[in-house]
């Protein structure tokens, strides 16, 4: 590792605010804060672990209106907000009642993050690793992408003065590429899938070349990853300080549900919210659903399986949190199942018909994922329940293709009487 970054870590300790230290998630071993993501005893992967401070629901409500409201549980400096940074967050938790009386449940939200800066839930786990590579001294802001994240980090690289690079797998969606590649930076992409783009990425941090190189989910992955916690300090806050009785969220590596879970947790240890259970539903697509095929037969690892679905934001073939998904959705009493990419593209059609939410696939995934499980009888259709939106649908267009026009008709009362439309 850069000698560099190790010593500006240990020199700058508060730019982690009330972060202390990581620590392997199997052995519980305990690092210094530095650009590492593995233990050295078990290759386990580490996390960021705090000792917090006096944090109050009042406290929050005065900070600004984004994630950083909630940076006193985060890997962030305290002045954070006044850096170049996408000032992800607070995105609308919007009331679904006529979604809900479709499907028949009691009471139901859709936590939607397509309103984000690029567009996706993506720019919340980003802008915490461009704090953590401000703090190592790296140059250049890099990733592997099933999408969403390229434009995330070439966007955040380009707002903080970054050079970006970022790698996705070849055939992605075009509004994604053009995403990607708007904000000048170099997009590359590689021939293969997510998971040989995430190979590729490894080797390339391996390489002396890659020395001055922030992967913002692979060497930062654990701070990266803290930025999903706001998705779980949003929602509560926007119930009235209270947690959801059931959630359903989208898989990819899984790394958002676990530090969903992780969220909840930490805001009933420090008393923000009343301790109720919760049950946490993991959703996937049929055409890569290497976890829900794991819960189904009830094992503990992951077979990782080759992505074939229209929901490429998820098409993560070998998830590397996908055992801790199983872990978290059976210790909450929760499950994780799949959708099929036609239920996928009806889930995103009734969601904007019912509640004027245009997901991306992933949000179908989820929304899928919800009624299945509604019809199922896993779900309870009495327990307060959130559904997640993390992304746009105006990237993933061809996803609902056909969807037009009602009618093209001549400019005259006539003709719109003609049509049958009146
Ligand atoms: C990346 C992504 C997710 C979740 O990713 P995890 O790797 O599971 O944290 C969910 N939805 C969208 C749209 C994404 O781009
Ligand atoms: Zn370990």
């Known amino acids: 590792m850069a000698l560099t970054a190790t010593e500006s870590a240990t020199s700058t300790a508060s730019s982690f605010g009330s972060a202390v230290a990581l620590s392997c998630r199997e052995c519980g071993s305990r690092y210094d804060l530095g650009p590492v993501f593995a233990c050295i005893e078990c290759f386990g992967p580490l996390e960021v672990a705090y000792e917090f401070g006096a944090v109050t629901r009042e406290s929050i409500e005065r900070g600004p209106k984004s994630i950083w409201r909630y940076k006193a549980l985060l890997p962030v400096p305290e002045q954070v907000e006044s850096l ?34 690029t567009h996706s839930f993506k720019d919340r786990v980003v802008a915490m690793a461009v704090e953590a590579a401000r703090t190592f001294g790296f140059t250049t802001l890099s990733c592997s992408s099933t999408g969403n994240l390229a434009g995330a980090v070439a966007a955040a690289a380009a707002r903080a003065g970054f050079r970006s690079c970022v790698f996705i797998p070849a055939g992605l969606e075009e ?3 053009v995403m990607a590649a708007v904000y000048g930076g170099q997009l590359v992409a590689i021939e293969g899938t997510y998971d040989d783009v995430n190979r590729f990425c490894s080797e390339l941090i391996g390489d002396p070349a890659g020395e001055e190189w922030g992967f913002v989910n692979v060497n930062l992955r654990p701070y990266y990853a803290e930025g ?64 829900a095929r794991a819960w189904e037969n009830g094992y503990d690892v992951i077979q990782p399986v080759k992505p074939d679905t229209i929901a490429k934001s998820l098409a993560i073939g070998n998830p590397a949190d996908g055992p801790y998904v199983l872990d978290v959705c059976r210790r909450t009493g929760g499950a994780v199942e799949h959708v099929s990419d036609e239920e996928i593209v ?3 059609k009734l969601l904007a018909r019912t509640e004027g939410v245009f997901a991306e696939t992933a949000g179908g995934v ?6 299945k499980l509604l019809a199922k ?20 267009l061809n996803a609902v293709a056909g969807t037009g026009v009602t009618a093209t008709i001549k400019p005259s009362l006539r003709a719109f009487k003609d049509a049958g439309l009146l």
């Open 377 to 396: 009888g896993v779900l309870d259709p009495e327990a307060e329940t959130v559904v997640l939106n993390t992304g746009d649908g105006l990237k993933t």
């Open 346 to 348: 009806d889930s995103i």
């Open 228 to 291: 999903s916690k706001t998705l779980a300090y949003e929602i509560a806050e926007q119930l009235g300080w209270r947690l959801p009785e059931q959630i359903v969220i989208p898989i990819a590596s899984g790394s958002q549900l676990t530090k969903i879970d992780k969220g909840f947790q930490e805001l009933v240890k420090l008393g923000l919210v009343e301790d109720r259970p919760y049950r946490i539903f993991g959703a996937q697509a049929t055409g890569c659903s290497p976890v």
């Open 84 to 117: 170049p940074n996408m000032n992800p967050g607070l995105t609308p938790l919007v009331r679904a009642d006529r979604l809900a009386a479709e499907l028949g449940l009691r009471s139901l939200y859709v936590k939607d993050d397509s309103g984000n800066p």
């Open 175 to 177: 509004a994604k590429v």
């Open 366 to 371: 989820t929304t899928g994922v919800l009624r």
